[in-house]
């Protein structure tokens, strides 16, 4: 589907999948492209477009069910810890449109380009990303609030370290990814060069909440980051003490070993 193709049309539906934690793009020439910051393909022969991001998500563009699984099935080699169960978002659009913007997952438009196509993606890709973590993080969350109720109640936690790093581990692996791979907060590169579509951005951003659902995000993260911190500290010191007095006790034993020696030589 080229630009003129593109903007022939009257109604598009966009559907996201998350496949999976990374996406090799390397593999994709260039020529074959019809952009490349995001890289946009097309798909099939009806003009469907699919446009690729390395953090694991496909968006597609006016594409039937079928030909997506069999583009899926073609991208498999190129996935890194594929999901069983990939996230889904979709979005109509719509163009001819005077009044512009985004309401109840619908995106009108005056037309639609390959430009505004690639900005939508964007925006839907990061949503799912966003959505995925929110499961993990909501998963953590649930399993930190009992170790914490714990400490609270007992004075100690069952917990053992390992435990605990790993979710510390879990929480940092989430941020790298969606500060590394997603960029979450960073605009698309598109705008660089269609500054205009800023307001239409801002628009699908407000629809999906992404500044609002990265900052609570961020918040949980490190909520449940410094808890586990604590809670590992808190075991540290406990083997620290423990550790203490085994030393405490060797010492002892030898100075009883060395009275006993002593009065041994004595009385012979």
Known sequence: MNPLTLASRQ???????????????????????????PLTIEVDADGGLAVLFRYGVVVFFGVKTLDEVRFVETLKP?????????????????????ALGVQSGAVSLDEI?????????????????????????????????????????RGKVSADSRTLLAKIGNMLLIEHRMVGRAEIGDKPEVLWEFSHLGGLYA????????????????????????????????????????????????????IVLNLSELARQHLF
């Open 11 to 37: 109604h598009l539906r966009a559907r996201a999948l998350l496949l999976g934690d990374r996406l090799d793009l390397k593999g994709f020439k260039i020529a074959d492209c019809l952009g490349t910051t």
């Open 78 to 98: 190129l996935i890194t810890n594929p999901y069983a169960s990939p996230e889904i978002e979709e979005l109509e659009i719509h163009s001819g449109k005077s």
């Open 113 to 153: 380009s390959l430009e505004k196509v690639q900005v939508i993606a964007d925006a839907l890709s990061k949503s799912l990303v966003l959505a995925l973590y929110e499961k993990k993080v909501a998963g953590e969350f649930d399993g930190i609030e009992p170790l914490a109720q714990e400490l609270a109640a």
């Open 203 to 254: 628009s699908l951003e407000d629809e999906f909440e992404l500044p609002e659902r990265q900052a609570a995000l961020d918040r949980k993260l490190k909520l449940i980051s410094n808890t586990a911190q604590t809670l590992t500290d808190i075991l540290d010191n406990k083997q620290l003490h423990k550790l203490e007095w085994y030393v405490i006790g060797l010492i002892f034993f030898e």
